[in-house]
Every structure is written in structure tokens, then in C-alpha cells.
């Protein structure tokens, strides 16, 4: 379930004349609408993956949260980072993991955290804002190419954000969690939820967790999953399992008529991203 397709769009300021919350929504309802319709073709998914703010989404279609939950999820979530705004944020990397520690530990960042493993070429990093100014400085030095995520103006996936994710938690307050339909493998947590679980815990305590969707990828492959399908408006995530995983089909539904399957941008022979 990805919910970071406007990584390849050009970045755009939050809208003040929509109301707060709008765009988190609108992913969360796309995602969970075009779950709904795959379903509905008979194209029912044996697992579903939720990366970040995406596996909100993969709880609902689980059916593990209901959707009003999910909702009140989302606008906590969005609630909280507002109120955490200015302590940090996100930066992009089209790079792989181990380039993007290299150039932290030359600049000698420590507060500046890899973030999220997505694959070869995509790799973020949470910090304070001026020291990611930083490291988008260097790595233009360095011919690597960086997005800032404008929605996300606080840290997360760090892990001086357990204020954030406790104040979260409370706000969450008790989810009316039902047995999971499908099952859900968290990159965060590294593993498939269960029934025991609780869900509130989780998805909070991902706040200050790191994702690791590159090693959740090889998780699945290993599992038996050849086919995977992003539910999220178009980009990275898909691109990123194609790059991550030879010989793997990815679909992307929500692309350009003609474009659905994504091709790898990695050139044949090349050396991939190593599970880490």
C-alpha cells in the first residue's frame, strides 16, 4: 500500500484552503478504493504491506480496522504533526542505503537518521531541517538527486520522535480491532501482524521506527509473492520492488493508461540493492 506516489510529481505546499488533512485522506481513500476494486475483479491479494503512513491503509483493507477507525487514525496522525511542526523533517535520497550512511558519516550528522530503506534508488532520511539542507547540498555535490517531502515538517522514523508517537498513542485512544481477513507484513516491525497484536501500539510506535521496505520485499519474495500491486497513487514504492527484486511483477494500476507494469530503471547486470 503506497502512499508515496507525489515523490515523482514536483513537491507542492500544503493547500490552505482545503481543509486539514485533505491530501492524507485522499491517499488513504484511493488506496482503499482500489483495494476494494481489485477485490471485486476476483484479484483478492494473499498479503497486503503497508509502508508508514500506508499501513493504516492495509489494516482497513485487512479488515482488521474498520473504515470509520481508519479515518479517525489518519486525522490523528495528521492532528500530531501538526502540533510536532518545525522539529524536523524528511528528505528523499535517489540513492541506495549504504551511500546515503557513507555521506551522513562524513558529514558527521549524527542526529540525521536513515529513515526509510525503499530500494536501490530511493532512501530517506529524517532529521532537523537545517541539517537536512545539508545533506541535500552534499549529495548535489555528488551528482545524487534529492525531493523534499512537504508534507512531513516534523521527525519521523526517528527515534527522538517517541514524544510524538506517545502523544499519538493517547490520541488514538482504544481501536475496535477485529481479526485480520488478510495478512499484513510491517516493514517497521519487520514481520506479519497478528490478532494478539495491538494495532494502536503499532502503528504509533512506527513514528519513531525505521522502515525497511527493501528487507520486507525479500521477505515476501522468499514467502512465495511474485506479483505485487500498488494500491497508492503512482510512484515510488512500485518502482522501487521492481528496482529491489529481479524478475518480479509489479503492477501500478492508478498510472498512465499503457504504463501500469513498471520496468526496472536498474540496467541489466547491474548490482542491485543487497538486503541489509
Known amino acids: 500500500m503506497s502512499t508515496a506516489g507525489w515523490w515523482e510529481h514536483p513537491p507542492l505546499e500544503p493547500d490552505p484552503v482545503l481543509p486539514e488533512g485533505t491530501p492524507q485522506l485522499v491517499m488513504f481513500a484511493t488506496?482503499?478504493?482500489l483495494h476494494r476494486v481489485l477485490v471485486a475483479q476476483q484479484t483478492r491479494p494473499d498479503a497486503l504491506a503497508g509502508c508508514s503512513f500506508g499501513e493504516i491503509v492495509a489494516c482497513v483493507a485487512a479488515g482488521a480496522l474498520s473504515m470509520a477507525d481508519?479515518?479517525?487514525a489518519v486525522c490523528e496522525l495528521v492532528h500530531v504533526m501538526r502540533d510536532y511542526e518545525g522539529t524536523g523533517g524528511m528528505l528523499l535520497l535517489y540513492a541506495d542505503a549504504a551511500t546515503t550512511q557513507c555521506l551522513?558519516?562524513?558529514l558527521g550528522l549524527s542526529r540525521v537518521v536513515v529513515s526509510c530503506r525503499n530500494g536501490p534508488r530511493q532512501t530517506l532520511v529524517s532529521g532537523r531541517s537545517d541539517e537536512l539542507d545539508t545533506v541535500a547540498a552534499a549529495a548535489g555535490v555528488l551528482g545524487v538527486r534529492v525531493s523534499q517531502l512537504p508534507m512531513v515538517r516534523c521527525l519521523s522514523h526517528h527515534?527522538?520522535?517517541?514524544a510524538m508517537a506517545d502523544c499519538y498513542r493517547q490520541r488514538l485512544?482504544?481501536?475496535?480491532?477485529?481479526p485480520f481477513r488478510t495478512p499484513v507484513f510491517s516493514p517497521c516491525a519487520g514481520r506479519f501482524y497478528c490478532d494478539q497484536d495491538d494495532l494502536r501500539s503499532c502503528i504509533a510506535d512506527n513514528l519513531c521506527r525505521p522502515v525497511n521496505f527493501t528487507d520486507a520485499l525479500y521477505e515476501l519474495e522468499e514467502m512465495g509473492a511474485s506479483c505485487f500491486v500498488e494500491c497508492g497513487p503512482p510512484g515510488g514504492l512500485a518502482q522501487a520492488a521492481v528496482d529491489t527484486l529481479t524478475g518480479a511483477c509489479v503492477h501500478s494500476p492508478l498510472r498512465a493508461p499503457g504504463r501500469q507494469q513498471v520496468t526496472s530503471t536498474i540496467p541489466d547486470g547491474a548490482e542491485r540493492t543487497c538486503r541489509l
Open 31 to 33: 488506496a482503499v478504493a
Open 70 to 72: 481508519g479515518v479517525r
Open 104 to 106: 551522513l558519516k562524513e
Open 159 to 162: 527515534p527522538e520522535a517517541s
Open 173 to 178: 485512544g482504544p481501536l475496535a480491532q477485529l
